[in-house]
């Protein structure tokens, strides 16, 4: 079961849950504090894990205070997780975003990694460019991409840690592979514009694919 909340920069806070135990992963907590746990608490919700597609701060917005009251861990790549602790980065993410990067992270992912939830499964599939440790999270058709692609385009790489032919390498690679029925749910949507497409439609009509990959000599 998929639900979403939209808060602030749009983000998209995703809540998976395990029907027959009612664990939930909550990926990129970006909603206020407030959503989020009456949200939990009126879907009868048991918090099992939160899960970062990427280190920028849009996409935690509430997990520090969130993490006070639920004492459950935080996942985030290893390569994100130990870009951000680089001072420099540090400074430097701050004044390009405004918000400060991610605390260490309590769980290191890698790619290929399995992350359980009740009876469910989340597979981690590493997709660096939007920053080093970016990943999207594929709980069987359904993929969550968080920054690496959205409706029609993909996350910004000018950014510390952006990489443009890296993502680009990323979608080719790593997405494009997948059945084209699958769902993608994407970390941003404009205001009035849809909130989920699929593999299939991307490669129609998402630019990132059609001009710099579908479209190459």
Known sequence: MIRRITGPYNLNTYFLVCKKTRKAVIIDPG?????????????DLIPDKIVLTHGHADQFFSMDAFKEISRIPYCLHEADDDFFKDPEVRIKTRQSV????????????????TLVFGCCELAVIHTPGHTPGSVCLLCEDHLFTGDAIFVGEAG??????????????SIRIKILPLDKKTVIFPGHHRTGDPSWSTLEQEMKTNIYITDFILDEP
Not at 31 to 43: K, L
Not at 98 to 106: E, F, N, Y
Not at 156 to 169: A, E, K, Q, S
């Open 31 to 43: 909603g206020t504090v407030e959503e989020i746990a009456d949200f939990i608490r009126e879907n």
């Open 98 to 113: 405004g918000l400060p990067p991610p605390h260490p992270a309590d769980i290191r992912m890698n790619d290929g990694d």
């Open 156 to 169: 910004r790489t000018d950014l510390p840690g952006g990489n443009l032919p890296c993502l680009i390498d």
